[in-house]
């Protein structure tokens, strides 16, 4: 009988340390992530629209405030925060650098995450080495976060070409190819915000 009194005591033990540690996690707001979208084309049947290919290269001389817009898709988020990711491979030549914004229902995704203005560039970022070399097949990765309200809502990702740094000096074309674009949602805790730029 003690034997099972002390298991019965050690399994509520670590029960409570368990609903503990799940109550102190959705407290924090970390919770799981969800699938919304996962698209490496858009074109007829892709579900979205943009000049993004997973065959061939993808590529624009554009300077802001013009630019060429590689993706734009319409979404239903039901969580409370959203993060969208674009990973490629670029190429960038003559000093010139790869500018990518995002724009989420046609605001830059910095100011719709809730920060309170998008800097100089609106909201664009430098994806790309800086200097005057040629940068050939260099993987880049951006993440934006917005605290979002649950809806439909349009995901547009722009690309620009800038020069040194200079987001309204042309240095050439820019490129990317083999293109992942990823939607993920969170039904975090409606108080936990992103991190906001230079947080």
């Known amino acids: 009988m003690n034997v099972k009194r002390r ?43 943009g000049a993004m290919t997973r065959s061939g290269e993808t590529s624009t001389s554009s300077v802001l405030p013009d630019y060429l817009e590689i ?18 491979q670029a190429d960038v030549h003559s000093g ?43 993987s880049i990765t951006k993440v934006w976060c917005l605290h979002n309200h649950s809806g439909t809502h349009t995901v547009s990702l722009r690309m620009a070409s800038g020069g040194g ?6 240095g050439g074309d820019v490129f990317f190819e083999r293109p992942t674009v990823t939607i993920d949602g969170s039904a975090s805790d409606a108080n936990f915000r992103c991190p906001q730029p230079g947080s």
């Open 96 to 138: 010139s650098t790869l500018m990518l914004g995002c724009y989420w229902d046609g605001v830059p995704c910095e100011v719709a995450s809730g920060a309170a203005d998008a800097g100089p560039d609106g909201g664009y970022s430098t994806m790309q080495n800086v200097g005057g070399n040629d940068w050939h097949d260099n």
């Open 7 to 49: 298991w019965h005591f050690v399994g509520a033990s670590v029960l409570a340390a368990a609903v503990a540690v799940a109550m102190a996690t959705q407290t924090r707001g970390d919770q799981f992530l969800y699938r919304i979208s996962s698209d490496v084309n858009c074109g007829a049947g892709q579900g979205c629209t």
């Open 165 to 170: 740094g200079d987001t309204s000096v042309a």
């Open 71 to 88: 993706y734009n898709k319409s979404i239903f988020a039901s969580g409370n925060r959203t993060y969208i990711t674009f990973n490629a």
